[in-house]
């Protein structure tokens, strides 16, 4: 019940392409949802994140969806660049609590071609 | 803002050394501060969670007592691997946050190889 199943694990799209990521989750406790980006070599980097009174956010280029009902939540890359070339982790926590951990997804290797 | 630092970046040492990495928050106070694991191509495994002043909490199938954590200060946790072996070759990352409902921000983490 703690697990947070992402798929695709690997995905290649052209420049100006859409890619989508897609996540699940079983605990109706979580209450945030993240989406890291990661570099070969680095730490994660916050994109965005949601909570779950909205059914959608963006910033920028990335857009997550997200459906309470489904357990589902997804990013999307607008406009994709071969600089968003990374893994791309969703996650989700009990954001309120004292310990706040995250539970990450497997992770999703992202290809741009120019 | 949000930054966290982690240092070092890369350490390579022999068989039954033991390390310490440090995880700095520089523009904020973390009072509570993660610690992952990282395999190749694979994602992140939390090992524990330590808030300040506090006994650092460990996931099930860590070793306490070959993880060593620290976290004397609002902007310092260390990690010490002891007596490390070949198998503890891994990326370590450590994040932080400055409180409940507060979103993690990670370090650049640290390659540990061991020989």
């Known amino acids: 019940q703690q697990q947070v199943k992402q798929s695709p694990q690997s995905l290649i799209v052209q420049k100006g392409g859409i890619p989508i990521i897609n996540c699940a989750y079983e605990?109706?406790?979580?209450?945030?949802f993240p989406w890291y980006q990661q570099f070969p070599g680095k730490g994660p980097a916050l994109l965005i994140a949601?909570?779950?009174?909205?059914s959608e956010k963006k910033e920028g280029r990335f857009t997550i969806s997200f459906n309470k009902s489904a357990k589902q939540f997804s990013l999307h890359i607008m406009d994709s660049q071969p600089g968003d070339s990374a893994t791309y982790f969703c996650?989700?926590?009990?954001?309120?609590?004292?310990?706040?951990?995250?539970?990450f997804g497997q992770g999703t290797t992202l290809q741009v071609k120019p | 803002g949000a930054v966290v630092s982690q240092h070092p970046s890369r350490v390579i040492c022999k068989s039954g050394t033991s390390v310490k990495i440090e995880c700095r928050s520089l523009?904020?106070?973390?009072?509570?501060m993660f610690w992952y694991r990282q395999f190749p191509k694979k994602s992140l495994m939390l090992m524990a969670t330590?808030?300040?002043?506090?006994?650092?909490?460990?996931e099930q199938g860590v070793e306490k007592d070959k993880f060593l954590i620290n976290h004397a200060s609002l902007t310092l946790s260390t990690l010490t691997v002891t007596s490390a072996h070949p198998e503890d070759s891994s990326f370590y990352i450590c994040?932080?946050?400055?409180?409940?409902?507060?979103?993690?921000?990670f370090g650049d983490g640290t390659r540990l190889s061991i020989l």
């Open positions: 523009d904020f106070q973390a009072t509570t």
């Open positions: 605990n109706t406790a979580f209450d945030y």
């Open positions: 949601i909570r779950p009174d909205v």
């Open positions: 330590s808030n300040e002043g506090s006994k650092a909490t460990y």
């Open positions: 996650a989700a926590s009990r954001g309120s609590s004292n310990t706040g951990k995250l539970i």
């Open positions: 994040s932080a946050r400055d409180g409940p409902g507060q979103p993690q921000h």
